[in-house]
């Protein structure tokens, strides 16, 4: 990658890799995606098993009502099977949302503090994670400290003359409404009935891929950034190796 103007090495602290954690925050959050689809389809089987059960056996013959007692427990065996799934799905989906959330603050701490090597930011590293972790408030606190994130970013890329994949604020809005629309069906306790577990699940996953929108474009940035100065420093080792001594 060629730069255009200052550079990226000189004068500045190392930036220290944040790939990873910005990639495995991506995956958990997209994990934590499909497990709430599954989580969705073993609610309606549970829903529909019991419609299955055969009815009342009085005045049927012998033989009848023994087929009928197989079929019943057969379907008895399904809805207790069915119920172990929802469990160990809703046990996995907490562990991996505890997961994610370890990633992805660790991935906004180091994200921040590498932005901050070269320019300032208006959230320091300590205040973003505090302000993330504020009960209720903290996913709102989310979408400002992402928009400083991506504004300082792209504006390090820019005097670079790099191209990258920018956040418009229109999509930062987007997942401001959505954090939003998540609080209220959450707080409303439309999920006790069916119909509104689907919507409360279906405001989730919308809000998850919206934030997985932001977010892949968010650290992508940060990596250019990050092997823009690995490829400076190459660069200069290569040339002071080159240099003729004395």
Not at 70 to 87: D, K, P, S, V
Not at 206 to 225: F, I, K, Y
Request: hydrophobic residues 45%; contains cysteine; positive net charge.
């Amino acid at each position: 990658m060629e730069t255009k103007s200052k550079s990226m090495s000189s004068g500045s602290r190392l930036l220290e890799d944040n790939s990873w954690r910005g990639a495995r925050t991506m995956f958990f959050l997209k994990f934590m995606y499909i497990l709430i689809v599954v989580g969705l389809v073993l609610a309606n089987i549970s829903i529909e098993l019991p419609n299955h059960l055969p009815p009342a056996t009085r005045g049927m013959d012998k033989d009848t009502i023994l087929q009928l007692y197989h079929i019943a427990r057969r379907i008895y065996y399904l809805i207790i099977a069915n119920a172990y799934l929802m469990f160990g799905t809703l046990a996995v989906s907490i562990v991996m949302a505890g997961v994610f959330y370890v990633y992805r603050i660790l991935w906004l701490y180091r994200a921040i503090k590498n932005i901050r090597c070269f320019t300032k930011t208006f959230f320091s590293p300590i205040v973003a994670i505090v302000c993330s972790a504020i009960p209720y408030i903290g996913i709102y606190f989310d979408v400002f400290i992402l928009r400083d994130i991506t504004r300082r970013q792209q504006k390090l890329l820019d005097e670079q003359g790099i191209q990258y994949t920018p956040v418009p604020r229109r999509d930062l809005a987007t997942l401001f409404v959505f954090q939003l629309l998540c609080a209220i069906v959450l707080g409303a306790e439309i999920a006790d009935s069916w119909p509104g577990c689907f919507v409360a699940c279906t405001v989730i996953v919308a809000t998850m891929l919206n934030w997985l929108h932001v977010l892949r474009p968010c650290v992508e940035q940060g990596n250019t950034l990050y092997q823009l100065q690995q490829e400076e420093i190459i660069r200069t080792k290569l040339e002071e190796a080159s240099r003729p001594n004395g």
